[in-house]
């Protein structure tokens, strides 16, 4: 596993080498890179692909505080010292608020963004956030496995695609119990909306239909604040979109990346 050390923290990471332009891809908070394996086989021969995991998640360094400010300076920090940029940056829910961060505050840095499942503003949930981080806390994190699988994805998957949701709620059950710091994280992050105002970065935002942590309305609110963004919403999907409907995705993001 190749690691790096960028803005004073270690991060794992993984590089295609593809040929195209280079893609970062930014995961949610409970995932780690690995819920990126259908765009790094889609698009990794084509692309140059990197995927990383945060710090304090994955195989990247523990961290004993984690919010999305420090997040973003670390994959602004992997882009430039990579040599990525300008690079289309993708980043899922809490990638998302990565992504948007480095948008507004280095778009030199950017060819585009994809921002799925995500929310420029403050935590709209924090009692019901901060309930279930208090569950994972005193119980385990294995008893805390069907509150996040019902969180994380949408009623389609939850009724329908057994496989692909026991995948992911062995991986949950798997965390320690550093991600609570990087759900803190989430929890008390600021709103960047505001920063949006202008910003001319090429931008897909992508919702899940039956996301019932971040719905549609807040993705559409980010395409309504940017200058140069467009909303979809992608049915039968979640929370959790790249992983939930990928072939929808990957379609999407290939004729962005193509536009831009």
Not at 71 to 94: E, K
Not at 182 to 188: F, M, N
Not at 194 to 207: D, H, K, N
Not at 226 to 245: C, D, F, K
């Amino acid at each position: 596993m190749p690691t790096i050390d960028v803005n004073g923290t270690m991060l794992g990471y993984d590089d295609t080498g593809g040929p195209g332009p280079a893609v970062l891809l930014s995961h949610s908070l409970f995932f780690d890179r690995t819920m990126f394996a259908a765009q790094v086989a889609e698009f990794g021969r084509r692309y140059r692909v990197v995927t990383y995991d945060h710090r304090g998640q994955g195989e990247s360094a523990r961290s004993p505080y984690v919010d999305m400010d420090t997040l973003a300076d670390d994959a602004a920090s992997l882009v430039t010292a990579l040599d990525l940029g300008p690079a289309h940056v993708v980043g899922h829910s809490m990638g998302g608020f990565v992504a948007l961060r480095i948008a507004a505050r280095h778009p030199e840095l950017l060819r585009s963004a994809v921002v799925l499942s995500s929310s420029a503003d403050e935590e709209g949930q924090v009692e019901n956030f901060q309930a279930l981080l208090e569950y994972a806390r005193t119980a385990g994190i294995p008893e805390a496995v069907d509150a996040l699988a019902h969180t994380m994805f949408g009623d389609t998957t939850i009724a329908a695609r057994v496989a692909l949701l026991q995948r992911w709620r062995r991986h949950f059950a798997a965390l320690d119990e550093s991600i609570l710091t990087a759900a803190e994280g989430v929890v008390h992050r600021k709103a960047v909306v505001g920063e949006l105002v202008g910003c001319t970065v090429p931008m897909l935002v992508l919702s899940g239909a039956e996301d019932h942590a971040y719905p549609p309305e807040l993705s559409r609110r980010i395409a309504d604040t940017a200058a140069n963004a467009q909303h979809l919403t992608v049915r039968g999907a979640g929370h959790s979109l790249a992983v939930e409907r990928p072939d929808v995705v990957n379609d999407l993001m290939a004729a962005h990346f193509a536009a831009t």
